[in-house]
């Protein structure tokens, strides 16, 4: 403890040295707190999208594979379509156990929708993915006219639990629980209320067209037979679809691999970025450390005559690394978690991630992970100092000789 | 109490050995007031520094309340330095960070024995005349406060030896009175006390004098 309070007064005394060097630990606490957030963040949401979706492989319109994969990630709104009459030869095609297809649609930022929201109707009798999310979550299947939504979408107010889709307010039957991927925004109902909202008047008003959702489909959800490849599979559907087809099948991580490959070169980036900023840090920390402590050798030596062990000026040494460590960890991982909080939205945007992890577990854990990193740099810095100071002569501390 | 035999330290300068210190045979006991003085170089410090664990002798024994002690590792002579060895250094040796208090209590507490010295302190720098100043830092002392202040930190242990290295040294009259007076007390209150100096004026018949020249002491 008195090692401690001595660490103490020591740092107390110099106020310019000590804020410097807490500073470079700040630095680094927060460089690495921030940039894994944002590398968690995007693995998460790809993980995460890629287990809820349950698909092995995904058919979509040819060339709209980045639609696609924008809106699973990045929860943009689409609404491609191609004919359903497709969805029969996909079935067909060896290894694939099961296909549905699925509707997208998107809402209007007008008066006659509750908020822009993605529309998603899907066939109860092929569907293996919203139905077995239904059943976890023990929700009975949307009738007609009915809807399920997302997590986040919210019903109306004036209307009850309904939500107003092109002048219709359709009843809410049960609202999916939170998933942190773009399903949470949602709105999800059979074909047949896809079709009653594609023949309302508004939809007619503002489309000009009157389409038939049975004819329709955007993309088609395939899961393979067990021991199949899905890259095969998605190989033998486009090779044996007619060259006429409007489609193309994808397998999800291809799907996916734009999304993957920003994060893996993010992830790349930053570990960059942080090896060379944690070599920075230990050797500015240990420069600042050597230079200090060869202008306080005098001081060392009046301990020792006083009657402190070599053991006790290393720890005082070691002490004096571990406040600044732990400080400039903690202001470093505090300070990034503010920032992340107040700036979530604005963040997101700039750096057109789909969201950013600030729960709180989340965030505790990953500052208990960076202050110890912190700490182990800095403690690591001053350890070459307090060994230099272990292995002088009394004599030559009490002299005020450079160690 | 303290006992040197043929304590002898060799060092080399340009390649030619010589002895620092050679075959001093030294006594002193509880009460004594030694004072060893000699030219610039000649040992003296050496000589403390052999005496307070600082420095290991090349030669001869050291003995310390009848036990060897000279070949004791660096751990117990720290340990000796906290408890029953005090050592004044040369010079200004307080700390700057600390305050004067602080300066004379905290070191103390970096041994084994964590003890409150507070009280003690404060009454030690009472008889120093600088109660006052319990709460300055060492920049705001002048030469012959800062010198007490090093001298009171010494004693606060309740040691049972005391060497100081040139106590006096660049003091007025009135600053090396009031530290001789107290190392006469305190040498009368049973402590022993070794010092070196330069100064032969205070030297009285109630000290026992010593010379050092070329690393040999002779007994005046």
Known sequence: MITQTIALKNLGRRPVRTWCMIFFVFMLAASLFLSSVLVDSMESTIEKTTNRMGADVIVVPKEFEREMADSLFLGELCNFTFDKKWVENISAVEGVAKASPQLYMETLDAACCAAP???????????????????????????????????????????????LLFN??????????????????????????????????????????????????????????????????????????????????????????????????MKGYTSVLITLLLVLVIVALV????????????????????????????????????????????????????????????????????????????????????????????????????????????????????? | MLITKQLTKT???????????????????????????????????TFFHMICGITKPDSGEILFDGQNIEKDSAQKWAARRATDISYVLQGDSLLANFTVLENICLPHQLSSKSVDLKDKALEILREFGLENMADEYPANLSGGERRRVAIARAFVHDPKLVVADEPTSDLDEENTKIILDYFTRQAKNGKAILISTHDLSFINDEMKHYVMKKGVMTKV
């Open chain 1, 168 to 265: 219709t307010l359709f009843p809410v039957v049960a609202h999916l629980e939170k998933t942190d991927t773009n399903y949470d925004t949602c709105v999800f109902m059979t074909y047949e209320t896809a079709q009653e909202i594609m023949s309302s008047e508004k939809w007619y008003e503002t489309f000009r067209e009157e389409p038939v959702t049975d004819e329709l489909a955007s993309t088609v959800m395939i899961r393979i037979e067990n021991g199949v490849d899905k890259k095969d599979v998605a190989r033998n559907i486009n090779f044996k679809m007619d060259k006429e087809s409007p489609v193309s099948a994808y397998t999800t991580n291809t799907i996916m691999s734009e999304a993957m490959d920003a994060s893996e070169s």
């Open chain 2, 11 to 45: 060092f080399s300068r340009q390649k030619n050995d010589f002895d620092a210190v050679h075959e001093v045979d030294f006594e002193i006991n509880p009460g004594d007031f030694c004072v060893l003085t000699g030219p610039s170089g000649c040992g003296k410090s």
């Open chain 1, 117 to 163: 929201v993605q529309l998603v109707a899907y066939d109860p009798e092929t569907d293996f993915i919203i139905t077995s999310w239904l059943e976890d979550e023990n929700i009975p299947a949307p009738k007609k006219g009915e809807v399920i939504v997302g997590s986040l979408v919210t019903a109306d107010a004036e209307g009850g639990d309904g939500i």
């Open chain 1, 287 to 403: 420069c600042v450390f050597t230079i200090t402590i060869n202008e306080r050798t005098k001081e060392f030596g009046i301990l020792s005559s006083l009657g402190a062990s070599t053991g006790k000026l290393c720890q005082i040494v070691l002490g004096e690394g571990f406040i600044i460590g732990f400080t400039g960890g903690l202001i470093g991982c505090a300070v990034s978690a503010v920032v992340l909080i107040i700036f979530k939205g604005t963040l997101t945007v700039l750096l057109e991630l789909p969201r950013l992890n600030t729960g709180f577990g989340y965030l505790m854990m990953l500052g208990a992970k960076c202050l110890g990193i912190a700490l182990i740099v800095s403690v690591l810095a001053s350890l070459y100092s307090a060994w230099k100071v272990s292995r002088s002569e009394l004599h030559t501390l009490i002299k005020g000789e450079e160690l």
